[in-house]
Every structure is written in structure tokens, then in C-alpha cells.
């Protein structure tokens, strides 16, 4: 099978570009690994804080949709991250 070689655009500021990053989503026109921004949000950082710590290539509305996108991807995603069966 052959891999696809172009840049996907997975929204309207996320990218996955085999030539960039490995293919991981990247925000659009940087390296910043959209997983490094989640990670960010996830430990309570401030959004403020992390456009700040990424010298403002990224902004609020990237941000929002890379949380949209997780959450999208969770939910079509759920039994892949089920570690055991909850009882009712």
C-alpha cells in the first residue's frame, strides 16, 4: 500500500504532513505537535500561557479546536481506551 505523501488538513489550524514532524498533526505553518498543546491544557496550564510558551505561533482558536478534535476523536474512539468494564 502506498503512503500518502500530502499534508491532511484536519481542520481549519491543525495539519498532518509526512514531511513534517513524522506525519503527527502539527498546528498549521509551525512544529508544534498538537499532542504537546493537549498535554499543556490537560496539566491546567493557562491558554494565555501556552500561546505565551509557543512565542505566539498559535492562538486561542487553534487551541479550541485541537480540544474539539481530542474530544471527537475520544468519543469515536472509546473502546480503544477502555481499560476494564465498569459494573452498572
Known amino acids: 500500500m502506498k503512503k500518502n505523501s500530502q ?3 484536519l481542520g481549519r489550524y491543525i495539519v498532518a504532513d509526512p514531511k ?3 506525519g503527527k498533526p502539527t498546528f498549521r505553518g509551525t512544529r508544534v505537535l498538537v499532542s504537546d ?3 499543556q491544557v490537560a496539566s491546567g496550564m493557562a491558554w494565555e500561557t501556552i500561546i505565551e ?3 505566539d505561533s498559535i ?3 487553534a487551541i479550541k479546536e485541537a480540544v474539539q478534535l481530542a474530544s471527537q476523536a475520544l468519543l ?3 473502546d480503544e481506551f477502555v481499560l476494564e468494564p465498569v459494573a452498572a
Open 76 to 78: 469515536k474512539h472509546k
Open 7 to 9: 499534508a491532511s488538513l
Open 37 to 39: 498543546v493537549l498535554e
Open 53 to 55: 510558551e509557543w512565542n
Open 59 to 61: 492562538t486561542k482558536d
Open 20 to 22: 513534517i514532524c513524522h
